[in-house]
């Protein structure tokens, strides 16, 4: 199948550029290498999938919508039932952190529903076949479109460049080489009790382990009593490497510091491109013919946004839309 628009990867950014494409009027295929949709967007849960007891939030935890064009599309695509409000953020108390009541993942999914998306499919070589952009996966599937554009991170896609031996200009390695991110790990805990955490279940311990413990059943996503703990960069730097059950020990001790309960199981995830500490001053690129790159490790903004901000979810989903907007037919 060949389509107008090949998107690579299934994050929120290029969710929204699939979204923003298709109400173009444009044909458009995503590929993503996981089993399902969101990449750091991610929920698990607790129980069986019948019945589910708890869940994790253990990536992003919550969406701030400054951006009049994201609320709008928000609106257009997914309707308003999907978000609600939770805390207010610290840099702007008028403005509410967002999640969803089924874990943040539901979001993605939601912005999935009608789009064609390729999952479990890791790509390993692009071709430009002159009017085409073909991405040839593992499993020797192969999708094509007319224009393809790339979300999936910076050091993914360097590797994917020098394995499709594309001669791109040198300028434009250098930008997406300059691109890094932080590492994550993630401690996911089932407590015996209700944690209780303060300030809403959003703290900050400032240790040298923990860096943030978010309280899902004061958050309004899980029934039973469950926390994630994500670690210092610091930390996650250290251990990311190393053995992680010895990790997950290290993180439990600190996090029983923490909780006025016990700890009755832990799970550990590591995120290795979590946060994008150095980014493209620009929404995306334009990297040859046909072939762009988006997503969180680029700067996008606009009026009600400012791209000066930290990296955040909203500007990975405003680069999405910027890129998808921009395109010309």
Known sequence: MITDILILG?????????????????TVQVV?????????????????????RGRWDHGAQFVTLRSSRVRRRLHSWIGDDVLYDWLPSFSDPTLMRKVC?????????????????????????LEWTGSTWKALSESGAEFEGHQCLSTIPAPQMIDLILASELDLDPRMMDQIQSIEY???????????????????GYVRPLTGVLDTVIDHQ?????????????A??????????????????VMRAALQEYVQCSIVQVQIHGWKFSTPVKRVPTAYLD??????????????????????????MESAMLSGLHAAQSWGD
């Open 101 to 125: 009541t089924q874990g943040m993942n539901q979001l993605p999914k939601a912005l999935a529903a009608g789009v064609t998306v390729h999952r479990a499919e890791r790509i390993r070589k």
């Open 232 to 249: 210092t960069p610091a930390f996650s730097l250290e251990w990311y490497d190393r053995d992680r059950i010895a990790a997950a020990s």
């Open 287 to 312: 990297l040859t013919e046909g072939l762009r790159m988006a997503g969180d490790g680029f700067v996008a903004g606009e009026d009600d946004a400012p791209a000066s901000l930290h990296p955040r």
């Open 182 to 200: 932080e590492r994550t790990l993630s401690l996911l805990a089932e407590l015996d009790t209700p944690a209780n955490l303060p300030d809403g």
């Open 10 to 26: 299934a994050g929120v950014s290029g969710l929204m550029a699939a979204r923003s494409f298709q109400e173009q009027g444009k």
């Open 218 to 230: 004061a958050k309004g996503i899980s029934d039973s009593p469950t926390v994630t703990a994500h």
């Open 32 to 52: 993503d290498k996981g089993r399902g949709v969101g990449g750091r967007v991610a929920t698990r849960w607790l129980g069986s999938r019948d019945q589910i």
